[in-house]
C-alpha cells in the first residue's frame, strides 16, 4: 500500500503531465518557485497549504483529488479526503512555528 506522500506526488506529476505543464509552467502558474514542485514530486517536502490550493487550481482539479489513489478508486470518501486536508494543513501550520 502506498503512503500518502507517494500518492500526492504521483498524482500531482500526473496531472501536471496531463495538463501538460512544465514543472516551471506549474510553478508559474501556482506562484511558487520550480524547486518547491520538483520537492513535491519528489517526496521531499510538503506544500503549504495556500500553495495546495494553488497547485489544485492551477491544475483545475481539486484538492481531494491530489490525494486519492488511482489504483484505489475511491481512496477514501469526499468527506473523509476534506477532514484529511484539514488535518494536513493543521500540521502544516503548527510546523511552520
Request: net charge neutral; proline share 4%; with cysteine.
Amino acid at each position: 500500500m502506498r503512503t500518502i506522500r507517494e500518492i500526492f506526488a504521483n498524482n500531482l506529476a500526473m496531472i501536471r503531465k496531463e495538463r501538460k505543464l512544465s514543472q516551471s509552467g506549474l510553478a508559474e502558474l501556482a506562484k511558487c518557485q520550480v524547486q518547491s514542485i520538483n520537492k513535491y514530486e519528489n517526496q521531499k517536502a510538503w506544500p503549504h497549504p495556500e500553495t495546495l490550493t494553488a497547485l489544485a487550481n492551477a491544475l483545475m482539479t481539486t484538492e481531494t483529488s491530489l490525494f486519492q489513489d488511482p489504483d484505489n478508486l475511491p481512496a477514501v470518501s469526499e468527506s473523509d479526503a476534506l477532514s484529511a486536508i484539514s488535518a494536513i494543513r493543521i500540521i502544516l501550520k503548527s510546523l511552520e512555528h
